[in-house]
């Protein structure tokens, strides 16, 4: 009898225990929830939460989302997949998060997009892997929560490389011989095997494809060998090596007979040129996401890219802001949409995907950047869309030189160049 | 301590009914974390040499792991059951040609080899990526269980068993060895115990226990990846063990708990509370170092002797 | 080929002078006081970013190098206080060297980002040998790194404190018998391995650069070659410092880039297999 009494009051602590945890159900709505995650000891983190927080600040001022107060809550990935899932879950789960915005790596999207698809969370994401939007096609019940806001798949740099070559022919300097260096890693291997077949059509030979580990810094050896090949062109694909400003500083010290044109992710970063000591002029680059901070592509750009000097005293610290400060508004945008059309819950992520799927081909929507989707969900890439801009660094400043539409400046050409 | 460790079992079993889902789940991960960090203790702690390359254990069942469950790959999908037994066999197997090797010698070299070796593998990841996915790592495909709840009592079980076999060894003759040898190798050798054999030994378990740890990552988040063979989680492993005490597996356990906790919960939490300009891996490297300083017995050895000494008052 | 020839010397020669500064401190400190400094790439990096810091403020060159130099010194300092007092236990030392390495590591990226960046040459321009192009700022710092492992070899061999140091190394109890003050040589040991391992990261950023990851990668280095070249031996390690320069050339040469580290760890393993104390040690 003295058990079944000490079982009974145990069973009944317990049963108070999980109550008073069970979150009530489906109560009334107090506020929306944006959850936003990223590698938070890093710029492309940070940059991150700042462009949310912003957003959400100018929401809030003008009454919230169908008047409901936005509330930020933040998740660090520390770049570890165990960690990002945990802290995906939690904001998907404890901070019952209605969005989550943000991503960055490969590897670590690849391990969050499991957790996103059974907490059937939101995900407006960022992170180049065309593998992500694969798995959006394969099995897209499971997958549809993600969408790829921030930059185009990582695949679409061979496009953009081959316009590169092909703007630089139509400028007046002739390219015939191409030298590659990038990225030991498995980004790079679609943009070569798409970028082959488009020089060639050209062509333009590639006489060397050489692929360099993480942190690798010898580029001084690549450049000579490159001018000794009679190269035009050093083209760079580099994003994970994280050494690419040392490769236009060895490249301006030499000072050889051929430029430094192609996809390097430190260019991109604002004070590159600060941090060579201005060794940085004359590279073109790619400006991944769409936005440079010297050329904003749109008003709305131009708008968001002071309102961040304002708030924070200086400048966008990393392209990933483009992405997630237009990642608030669309989700604004679909939610209204939603409350618009009379949907029983606006809130609901498998609702808002139908809506998000709307933004297509033929219905771009402007944010900072024009911003469209494809049927995977994977982010628009041309000319009137979002596309890696063709970009060139000229006396401590970044301006975009490619298509006409939206470049604000023209190909300079280095002094040392003698072709 | 008998009904401590049954209060702490009973705990760990009530848990879901306390937690919510998002919790339960670094609860989980932290048992494996334990698992890696228990048996570190068991050759460090026991036989006083000191491997820096517990993590390439860890990798190499996680990935051995991975790709015997992901056809997609390798053409093969073994049951997830053994090929996680598999990971820690084939960390075993590679632990013990490795310590035939370097555990011939006396001294730091050991300590060196370690060190360089989960870089070394690390870079097979990436040269070798179309079978191991490179940086990115890759999904795994049949795993054993879906739900947080399962994998939760899976870790748990997984971390009990474990804990209890490590603890029977060091109960038993050989444990007695391998602490002979820890002690004092020439007096050890002057007994007539083979000390390059228990060497040997104690880092086959010790690389079996971490392999397996490596496999039930990989069934836990359903990804493999080449952070499994990084320093950062030696570091974290070391740290934790070091905190906890090293030589006797309960001071690692609870180190493992509260270091893991720590770093992915709590501490995120107070830094973001009082927005303080600083990560939380500068708080734990500070802490790591005071603990060294000031106590480089551990927290264990620590509290054991202030209880010895008011128990005695 | 002539061409080929000529690339590889220099340019093995330049990383294998620059990886020397760092190794021999490295090798020194654990000579001297059987002390295996984690932190080593701390005082590497930390100078470097402390010059690029102060040339952005607008000082001097050779002001804002000095400065990076004294930090380094200090940090030297703040490691031998912090192995003080658990010297005499090889885990404890290793543990919180690391950890302390790992901080700074976390200061400088919370302060500086992940990014590199690069400090301004003491000489520009290029010069031309043999048909191959190589920049005065390469050769200058061949030429300072070979100067300084010359003076460090010199002073350890000649002068009277050097002769202490070394006598601390071969036997530090009978040091201190015969009245050499070991806490001094140890301070001062620390203090000049990190003064040289600074040394090399302001190098290592006008040729490169540096970011706080550099820091890692400067102990490993510093430690493969170590173990290359002999736990000790301190021209073990500069020797092994050249080698390890000539195999990564080459292998950048002749396999491609990507193979690059893996063949030098590969080569370490290997040479630590048939010969477990490495090229010059000696079995403890």
Redesign the interface.
Known sequence: MRYAKAVLTVLILLAAITALCAQPEKAEREKVVIGVIGPM???EGQAEEKAVKLAVEEINAQGGILGHKVEVVVGDTKLDSNTATSEFRRLATVENADVIIGGFSSGVMTAMMETMAETKTLFLSDASSPAHAQKVEQNYEKYKYWFRVSQNNGSTFALDLADMVKFLRDSGYEVKKVYVIRD?HVWTDPVMEALKPLLEEMGVEIVKD????R????Y???I?EA?NLNADLIMPILAIS??G??LV??WA????DLLLAGHDL?AI?A??Y????G?ANYEIFLADGGALVTAPPTEKCREFVEAYKAKYGHYP?SHQAYGAYDAVYLYKMVVEMAAENGEKDPFDPDILVKYLVRFNASNPVQLTRTIAFYDNHDLMWGDEYVRNWISQWQDGKQYIIYPPSVANGELKLPPWIQK | MRWVNGAALILAAVMPFILPEAYLYIFGLAYIFAVMVISWDLM?GYTGQ?N?GHTTFVGLGAYVAALLQTPLRTGIAMHPAVSIIAGGAAASAVGLAIGI??L??????F???T??LP??FM??VF?WRELFGGEEGFAVENTLFTTTLEKYYFSLVVLVVSFILMKKIVDSRIGLRFMAVRDSEELAESLGINTTRYKVLAFVLTSFFAGIAGAMVVNYRFTVSPELYG?PLM?LI??SA?LGG?GTLYGPLIGAMVIYLAKNWWLGDIIRTFSL???D??VL??I??AV??LM?EGLYHEIKERWVKSNKQ | MIETLI?IFL?GAV?GGIWGLVASGFSLIFGVSRI?NFAHGAAFVSSAFLAYALV?EGYSLYFAVSAGLMLAAVIGVVVYA?TK??RD????V???T???A??VQ??L??LF?????????FV?G?AEIGG??V?H??LLSLALAVICLTALEVFITKTNLGKKVMATAQDSRAAMMVGIDIEKIFLFVMVLSSLLAGFAGILYAQI??V?P??S??AL?YA??IV?LGG?GSLRGSIAASFIVGYI??IT??FL???????VM??T??AI??VK??GLFGV??
């Open positions: 000891a890093l710029p030991e050489v692929k360099i580990p942190g690798y810094s010898e001084e050896q690549l000579l001018e994280g050494t400003d040392i500083k060895q010290t030499l000072k050889p430190s970063d004070e590159l600060e941090k060579t000591n060794m610290e | 460090v000191v820096l090797i370097t011939r010698l006396r001294g730091y070299y300590a060196l080899v060190a360089i870089l070394v870079q097979t040269i320093v570091l070391i740290l070091v090293l300009p600083i990560n891996e500068i490297y500070a790591l170092i060294g300083i480089p | 690339k340019f990383v295996l952005n912090l007092p658990v236990r090889e885990v404890m290793i543990i919180v690391l950890a302390f790992l901080l976390q200061v990226l919370v980002g992940d990014r590199g960046v690069s400090i301004e040459p520009e290029v191959v192009k920049t700022m390469r490169f650069a970011n990851e550099v890692l990668r490993i430690f493969a173990i736990l990564l050339v950048i040469t491609g880039a990507r193979w690059s580290e893996f760890l590969l370490i393993v630590l297999v477990p104390t079995e403890e």
